[in-house]
């Protein structure tokens, strides 16, 4: 079953992390958490300035987010999270086991995050940080991974079909169909 389960959705700027995790958390019936929004306000200015963080930057922020992952598994509350969690180290300290936290990591070309950052508009993470971001990307040895190529509905369509091949004892009942929601397959 798939109580009490934290799935991080990570990846780099510009995957999709809070599109998508927002449409899976309304498809699931989960809530949403951005990782975005527990950054200390000196990260966020320094993004801002197209200035990478550091592994002592994100300490603090990592620290936040497993805080509130163990607050969640605790109440028995499942979530989805967006999270960039680029490395292996940064997934360990949020503590990501594939079990009761389980990432998805949203995979897209250089070219294809590129476009999608030109155009975005109000967030504070600079197209510049694109390459950094993925320098810095340790691909995951486990867990889901989804291509990005297609739209969000189809991307949510294609997670929830990975969650229950994954665990087929999952009730349906668990996942709101897309007719639920409005969307179309």
Same mark, same amino acid.
């Given at each position: 079953?798939?109580?009490?389960? =934290? ?15 927002? !449409? ?26 197209? =200035? ?33 969690? !680029? *490395? ?24 294809? %995050?590129?476009? *999608? %950052? ?23 040895? +486990?867990? %889901?991974?989804?291509? =990005?190529? +297609?739209? @969000?509905?189809? =991307? ?11 665990? @087929? ?13 409005? %969307?179309?397959?």
């Amino acid at each position: 079953m798939w109580a009490d389960m =934290i799935l991080v959705l990570m990846g780099p700027t510009g995957c999709g992390k809070t599109t998508i995790g927002q !449409l899976l958390a309304g498809r699931l019936g989960w809530p949403f958490i951005d990782g975005d929004d527990f950054h200390p306000a000196a990260n966020v200015a320094k993004m801002q300035s197209g =200035i990478p963080l550091t592994d002592d930057d994100r300490r603090p922020w990592l620290e936040a987010l497993r805080k509130e992952i163990e607050s969640r598994i605790r109440a028995g509350q499942s979530t989805v999270l967006a999270c960039s969690a !680029l *490395r292996q180290i940064y997934r360990e300290r949020l503590g990501v086991n594939q079990r009761k936290v389980k990432t998805v990591y949203l995979r897209g070309t250089f070219e294809l %995050l590129e476009r *999608r %950052l030109v155009t975005r508009q109000g967030h504070f993470m600079p197209p510049a940080l694109l390459r950094s971001q993925l320098d810095t990307l340790e691909v995951p040895r +486990d867990g %889901l991974v989804v291509d =990005i190529d +297609d739209p @969000p509905e189809v =991307i949510v369509t294609s997670i929830v079909g990975k969650l229950k091949q994954a665990d @087929p004892t999952a009730a349906d009942d668990q996942i709101k169909t897309s007719d639920d929601k409005g %969307l179309t397959s």
